[in-house]
């Protein structure tokens, strides 16, 4: 197995960014939404950490909660701890946790069509963020600009900060969204969703470009996607979350390997397999899996386990009592309470 | 089949139109009207900034042998009852109905950006309490508030620049207010956000430069309104003061008493009045295709 599959998700000491006991609710008519119910999770320096799940799992406000970027109201953190390298960030007040945005810890959204603005030049937007964080001029901060989109492997550079991002192409926006958000040189780049918009071939160009620039520049990444494809090209460890909660987690081979939730199994077998779908594999072609149900109403959550509902293997206790997080193998650690028994995970070796 | 000659095909396009004249013939080709617009308002500047140039009569000084004149050679426009050439009058109107119409467009504009940038932004109840104000403002047509304004403040040019200036605030501050609350929600708002921007800097950086082409369209309109606006206060009697030239003044002079016996006198005033906010309107809609960068290539 993988060297660093053995380490521990709770490296305490060494750890970039450490999220303990993250709550963010959303407090709406309909009920208290808990988006986010107790994630604990820690990042190490120049580690890429998946986070996956369905749409509506609670991914994206992970993610904008570290920012503290929740729209307040309706959604408020409620309680947890963000540590960025020793430092609380739930504490600072908002001029010094605008300083950390950006700078500390930066992020790519989605939609690469929208996420820039349309009246600006690519040039300026990027500059912006420099004069933001860094004490340089204006005619340094869109020097920097340019070398920054030559990083990201944006042709002529010198031409392309003076277009607008009509000009650029799905993927060049993208590449530029990177570039803005590395300017700074940030310590965590939290990735949400980065390839979802775009089209397949330019998919597979930018996560190699993260990845490269992750490792040219020891940036930690934070990928957030529904993707697994993509998480097994990219990051070293993975967590799985559903309805809120964190479901899975462990080393990116030994969950391909060893699933020990029933959900995230459920996951793996709806990645479309071209050797299932022949016949290849059990003589008779197969239909490609879904899990059954949807992501459960957040306001109206089973009593139990809340993957229950949708579980093929739930029995009385799954429905009655939520199972303990709890480490099953090495650095593999799953909310299950019959993991055991489906997938033989008890703790040894 | 014909073969396609490219060259020939952009420059017939006026796609590689280079150099000031180049580009203006591009322009004029692709935006004919707003072409016959941008000139109509230059004229008017221009008549306006040269008026003493060419104009060979002061407008204030009266002639009672010219009393009344007929258009002619020497009073090419004619004469007003005082005997005051009319073609100065109109040139010297320029300069008034310009002053009036930029200065309180401007005003306007600005106040009513200021405005609705901040109440659509940050919302709760500073945007609750401008957004009842603007319902009383609103209330009133723009001219009955004008009229207020001005018979509060007294006839002089620098309150007729404000008493119509006011009632345009609310306008502008509705158009900006509704734009920024679907900007706001824009993701590179977001993004920029998660840059470190403060909010201030988002709603001037990211969001007002993204209303600007709607508001253009906006200011041009309203500087006809204003120019309008500002004829009929004259017209009533509460803008400019006299002797100074001004269309809407002289339209009232005139209109009751001569306009059987010497119809230029409110021939040209109205002309003159028409053309300059048909010009302006051509040439903001021109310009608002023009600026907005999306439609750009």
């Keep these: ?349 | 089949m014909a073969v396609l000659d490219h060259r020939a095909e952009l420059n017939r396009a006026g796609a590689n139109a280079t150099g000031f004249f180049g580009t203006a013939r591009f322009l004029m080709r692709r935006y004919p009207l707003g072409a016959v617009g941008a000139v109509i308002v230059v004229l008017f500047v221009l008549t306006a900034l040269f008026a003493p140039w060419l104009t060979a009569y002061d407008p204030t000084s009266t002639n009672p042998r010219a009393s009344l004149a007929r258009p002619t050679a020497d009073h090419i426009l004619g004469a007003d009852f005082m005997g005051r050439d009319m073609w100065s009058r109109v040139a010297y109107g320029a300069r008034i109905s310009l002053a009036v119409g930029v200065g309180s467009t401007f005003l306007g504009c600005l106040i009513g950006v200021a405005v609705g940038l901040t109440s659509g932004y940050f919302g709760g109840w500073y945007d609750l309490l401008i957004q009842r104000l603007i319902d009383i403002m609103q209330a009133l047509p723009l001219l009955v508030m004008a009229l207020v304004m001005a018979a509060s403040l007294g006839p002089s040019l620098q309150n007729t620049i404000i008493a119509i200036a006011i009632p345009l605030v609310p306008n502008v501050a509705r158009v900006i207010r509704s734009n920024t609350l679907s900007l706001r929600e824009m993701p590179y708002v977001e993004a920029a956000r998660a840059v470190g921007m403060s909010e201030l800097g988002i709603a001037v950086r990211h969001v007002l430069p993204n209303t600007l082409a709607p508001l253009i369209v906006l200011a041009t309109a309203q500087l006809g309104a204003a120019i309008l606006t500002e004829a009929a206060l004259s017209f009533l009697g509460l803008g400019i003061p006299e002797p100074h030239p001004s269309w809407g003044r002289m339209l009232s002079e005139s209109a009751a008493e001569y306009v059987r016996t010497a119809p230029w006198l409110v021939i040209f005033p109205g002309i003159a009045i028409s053309l300059a906010v048909f010009g302006t309107n051509l040439l903001g809609d021109a310009l608002r295709d023009y600026l907005d960068p999306r439609q750009r290539t």
């Design chain 1, 1 to 349: 197995m993988d060297a660093r599959a053995d380490v521990q998700p709770e490296a305490g000491a060494q750890a970039l960014l450490e999220v303990d006991d993250l709550q963010t609710y959303f407090f709406t008519r309909q009920g208290v939404v808990k988006a986010v119910d107790g994630v604990s999770f820690a990042l190490r320096r120049g580690e890429t950490l998946a986070i996956v799940g369905e749409s509506g799992c609670g991914k994206s406000i992970t993610a904008l909660s570290l920012l503290r970027l929740i729209p307040d109201p309706p959604g408020r953190i409620v309680g947890g701890t963000v540590r960025l390298a020793g430092h609380d960030l739930m504490t600072l007040d908002e001029p010094a946790m605008r300083n950390v945005r950006g700078n500390d810890i930066s992020m790519i959204f989605q939609e690469p069509m929208t996420s820039l603005n349309p009246v600006m030049t690519i040039g300026r937007q990027i500059a912006e963020v420099i004069l933001l964080h860094q004490d340089v001029s204006r005619k340094e901060a869109l020097a920097k600009a340019v070398e920054m989109l030559r990083l990201v492997r944006i042709p002529e550079p010198e031409q392309r900060v003076r277009e607008y991002p009509h000009q650029l192409s799905g993927g060049m926006r993208q590449r530029a969204m990177i570039a803005i958000a590395l300017a700074c040189n940030p310590k965590v780049l939290i990735a949400d969703e980065p390839t979802t918009a775009l089209d397949v071939t330019i998919q597979a160009q930018i996560l190699e470009l993260i990845v490269e620039l992750q490792q040219k520049l020891g940036t930690a990444v934070i990928l957030i996607t529904h993707d697994l494809g993509v998480v097994a090209e990219t990051a070293q460890r993975v967590i799985v979350m559903y309805a809120g909660r964190k479901v899975e987690e462990a080393p990116v081979g030994e969950l391909f390997a060893h699933a020990l939730h029933p959900y995230t199994h459920g996951l793996l077998a709806s990645i479309p397999r071209l050797d299932l779908m022949r016949g290849e594999v059990n003589d008779t072609p197969q239909r490609l899996q879904e899990i059954t149900g949807i992501v459960p109403a957040l306001t109206d959550l089973p009593q139990g386990c809340v993957f229950a509902p949708r579980c093929k293997f739930a029995d009385d206790r799954c429905r009655a009592q939520y199972p303990p997080y709890e480490q099953k193998r090495s650095g593999h650690w799953a909310a299950c309470w019959n993991s055991d028994a489906l997938y033989g995970g008890a703790l040894h070796a």
